[in-house]
Every structure is written in C-alpha cells, then in structure tokens.
C-alpha cells in the first residue's frame, strides 16, 4: 500500500512539474462539434500526461438578482455525482489514477479542469460529458450542497481583504451583473430551489455554450475520434444568452469605510479597467507592471483578488503589502490597489502617495528604458502563464470562453507595440481621480464577539466545552461546542469533525461564526488542506486554546 501512495505521489508532482519552455498556445487547433461544442486542441509531448478543461460560458455575471450564488452551487452539484459517477466516483477515479482535479465559478465562467497520466484522456471525457448531460440534481444534493455552500460564504466574512473587495467593486459597478459577489450572497442561496438548480443547469450546461480544451501528449487524430464518441451524443441545448446592463459612467470619486474586528486598516483603490478584448488592454497591463509588476493573466496562479508589488516597481514599498489586480474579463471591468497600514497612520497620507504615483503616468511620458524593462518583464510573466499542460488548456477555454482568444494569440505583439505615448494616453482615460472609488476598512471601537485565549484549566463542563481525543494522534484539543458537531455516528464525519475542531484551535480568527452551526460536507481537498496545517502547527500540550466571548 505505502508503495501504491509513493507511485501515486510521484505521479502527482510530475503533472505538477513544468515544460521545459513554455508551450506554444499558436498550435492549438479550434473545431466545433454539430451540437456546437467547440474542442480546442494542443499536443504536446514533454510530459506523458493530458490535461482536460471543460468550460462554460456563464457564471456570476449571468445570474439575475434574487438568485445569486447559482453558478457556484451548480459547480458544487456538478462535482458531488453524475449518472455513471455517482457519490463522487470522478474524483476517486482521478486521484485513483493518479491525476489531479478542480475548479472554480468567476464571473464570466465556471470551469472544471483535470489532468490524467496519458492514457487518461478518454475517462475525462466521459467525466465531462455525463458532467455535461446527467449530473444529479436531487433533493439529498441540493440540501447538502447548500449547507456547503452557506458555510463557505460565512467563511469569507473572516477575511477583511476580502469583504473589502467585494464592497468595493459592490460599489464601483453600480449597474453591471459584475458587482454582485462570485459566490452570491447568503440569503440568494439559502432560498435556492431544486428547480432553480434543475432550470439553470438545463440552460446553461449546454454544448452550445461550452468550450472543451485538451492540452498534452496525444495524438490528435485518435483525440477528436474520443471527444466525438464521448460528446457528440451530447444533445444541442437551447441557451440563456445574458443580457448584461452596461455600467453607468461615474462622475466623480466614490469613498466609504467599514468597520470590523480588524488590528490594521486595510485599503482599496478602484480604476475602471478595459474587457480583455479591447485595444487599450494591451497598454493597460503595461501600466501594472510599470506600478507594481503583473502577475500574468492566468486566474489559476494569481487568483481573483491583488497580487503583491514586485521589488522596484513605482509602488513597491508604499507599504509593506501592497498589492494590484488587473483580470481578464468579457466586458469592462476594475483595476485595483489594495493593502493596509497600521492604526496609527494616516489615511490621506496613504492616499496622496498613491494618487502622486499614479498621476506621474498621466503626466509624465514614461523613460524608453524603464518602458523596455516593462516590457520584457510582462512577456517573460505571459510566457510563465503557461509552463504546463493544465495551465495551456485553461487559458485556451478561458480566453475563448470570453471572446479573446485571438487577443490572447496576439498579445506578445500588441505589447511589443505599445509606446509611451499609448501608455499616457490610456492613463488619462482610465486612471483619473473622478473615477476612483476608495474603500477602507477600519478597526470598530466595540466588538460584541470576540475570540479569547483561555486556559485549559479554565473550562470545566458547565461553559458547554467538547473534548476529543484525536484520530490523527495529535493532541487533544478543548473547542466551542457552537464550531463542531460531535455527535455524528459515521465514522468519515466524525473524523472530518475532530479535523474542523482541531482546525479551530489552531485558527480561530479564520474560522469564526456569527451564525450558522452547519459547516456542510468538506470535500477531501480540504481535509488535505487542514491536515497539512496541522502537520505544521501542532499546539503544544499545556496551551491556552480558542474559546468564544460574547
């Protein structure tokens, strides 16, 4: 068995590992199937595996108010059980073989992505088209997807960078489907329905509105006889086609604070931004990289939030974390600043060497050597955007998912063209003071609820503790009786509920609830994860542990 798990660990890392350069998006071949699925394709041969990505073209944004959240909690259903793989069997089968899985709901698309030892190639497909056609939407589902879902939403009322962040953008985009949050808001999602979920996923899990990228080593001849015996059956679907409502001009700065169980002040800055189809693109992601550096354009590295400053870029150091966010997006969208600075400093201090740094690229022409220097950086962070066969497919679907795949193909070109003239010019259209929305979040002068650090001695039975000993041979840890259930009986929840505990003590702040005692069903990579966090940081046996004040 130990020797199974070591073969299985070795194969992981290898499709984690990179080209020897990165891969060549130009190859990719793009057809379209009779039910309008269009299939994407780059062989490559660097590595003996094969990454599959299976993208739709609706998220966030095409949801309409009321029922927010439905995107993401169809991706919940999609990945729990379809007809042939029921009780989660894709997953076992991928980890099984080998392979490594996931996905994520953005605002202009939900995508699944896997990568498999070569010979894989055909068991994706199948997973993708019985994803496609018969996943399982049924009551037992929808009740235990939903409290998932409900639990993950509370979790990122905890981050203050985050809720920051969707206040911000809440409050830039006024009118655009944008400015709802990707994942929804709670009270959407506590009152979605069976048919919410069974009319959404009939009219947008659709071939028609699906793009299939396969990235790796294949032949391509035998991969379209796959993907046709797989999918052609598919049958063509009618599609929702959104309707977004485009964003009202701002006239004028937007500026608000928020109050929380914060110890910093945490900051937001907001510029409009262009689609990633427009020609001032290009120019624009020149602009992050001269203020802090890019990190690329590929959601699946850098993630949906800021990205840190590089060492010598003009805002590097303005303070100690201070970070930008420029995505690709279908229509216009932000740019943002984001960081934090101690209790003590001022506000407008911040905010004058923030618009100081940013006025010197409306006013001034940018030097031709640091312009060059730009310039080299931002291609070699592109050509880093796609070492490997999963990270080629997915930005082969994402890109085409948004209708910039050609602007993709070209971008290497368009940046090598822009000039410091384009650059001043897309600074004085975009990053102007009337239309700069400036969010902070600052510590609250009272906290109804609050953590504190107790000793163990200090909890007896009547402040309603739970102890338990650990499977994992840990230590035992004293928990919240509000943060746990200890009462289930099957032997898999249980262990996922002394995870959790134990996941609590260590964490307390990132794990608090105001409301909610469900934490749902945790999937197996987030056991994997608290696992991992523990494994590093064991408390010590005579401790103070977490217990909740109110």
């Not at 080998?98 to 498999?116: I, P, R, S, V």
């Not at 690229?361 to 050597?369: I, N, Q, T, Y």
């Amino acid at each position: 068995m130990k020797a199974i798990t070591a073969l299985l660990t070795s194969a992981a890392m290898a499709m984690a590992s990179p080209a020897v350069a990165k891969l060549d998006l130009d190859r990719a071949s793009v057809s379209h199937l009779p039910n309008g699925l269009t299939v994407i394709m780059l062989d490559d041969h660097s590595f003996p595996v094969v990454s599959v990505q299976m993208l739709y073209k609706s998220g966030s944004a095409a949801e309409v108010t009321g029922k927010t959240g439905l995107a993401h909690f169809l991706e919940h259903l999609a990945f729990r059980a379809s007809e042939n793989f029921p009780y989660a069997a894709a997953t076992e089968l991928i980890y099984d073989a080998g392979g490594e899985w996931h996905g994520y709901t953005a605002m202009d698309q939900t995508t699944y992505f896997a990568t498999m030892p070569k010979d894989g190639l055909e068991r994706l497909l199948k997973i993708e088209a019985d994803r496609m056609a018969r996943t399982t939407i049924d009551p037992a589902a929808i009740a235990i997807e939903k409290g998932a879902v409900v639990t993950e939403l509370h979790s990122y009322e905890n981050d203050p960078a985050g809720v920051l962040q969707d206040a911000v953008v809440r409050t830039a985009l006024q009118s655009h489907p944008y400015g709802s949050p990707m994942a929804g808001y709670v009270s959407d999602v506590e009152r979605l329905t069976i048919d919410d979920a069974r009319t959404y996923y009939a009219s947008h899990y659709a071939p028609g509105n699906a793009v299939l990228a396969i990235a790796g080593d294949f032949d391509p001849a035998s991969a379209s006889a796959l993907v046709a015996k797989a999918l052609a059956d598919v049958p063509a679907r009618s599609v929702t086609v959104p309707h977004y409502t485009a964003e009202a001009p701002q006239h004028g700065e937007r500026h608000f604070r928020l109050l929380g169980a914060v110890d910093k002040q945490y900051f937001q800055l907001a510029f409009p931004a262009p689609a990633a189809t427009s020609l001032d693109f290009p120019a624009f992601l020149l602009l992050q990289q001269i203020l802090a550096g890019s990190p690329g354009l590929n959601p699946r590295q850098s993630g949906w939030s800021g990205s840190p400053a590089v060492e010598g870029s003009r805002l590097s150091g303005t303070t100690a974390d201070i970070a930008t966010w420029l995505p690709a997006t279908h229509d216009p969208f932000l740019f943002t600043i984001s960081g934090s600075i101690d209790t003590k400093a001022t506000q407008a201090e911040l905010e004058r060497a923030l618009a100081g740094k940013i006025a010197l690229l409306r006013d001034r022409l940018v030097p031709d050597a640091e312009m060059a220097a730009a310039k080299n950086s931002l291609l070699r962070v592109l050509d880093e955007d796609v070492l490997t066969t999963e990270d080629a497919a997915h930005q082969l679907a994402f890109f085409e998912g948004i209708g910039a795949l050609d602007a993709l193909l070209t971008l290497p070109k368009a940046v090598e063209r822009v000039s410091p003239t384009d650059l001043q010019r897309v600074a004085r259209a975009y990053l102007t003071p009337d239309k700069l929305t400036v969010g902070w979040m600052v510590p609250a002068t009272h906290n109804p609820l609050r953590w504190e650090w107790v000793a163990r001695s200090q909890l007896t039975t009547a402040s309603a503790p739970v102890h338990n000993p650990c499977p994992y041979k840990l230590r035992s840890f004293v928990v919240c009786q509000a943060a746990c259930q200890p009462s289930c009986r099957l032997a898999r929840c249980r262990t996922q509920s002394l995870l959790k505990c134990c996941f609590l003590a260590l964490h307390p702040k990132a794990m608090l609830r105001r409301t909610s005692r469900d934490w749902g069903r945790w999937r197996d990579q987030d056991l994997r994860r608290i696992w991992q966090s523990l494994s590093m940081r064991l408390l010590p046996a005579q401790s103070p542990v977490p217990r909740l004040r109110r």
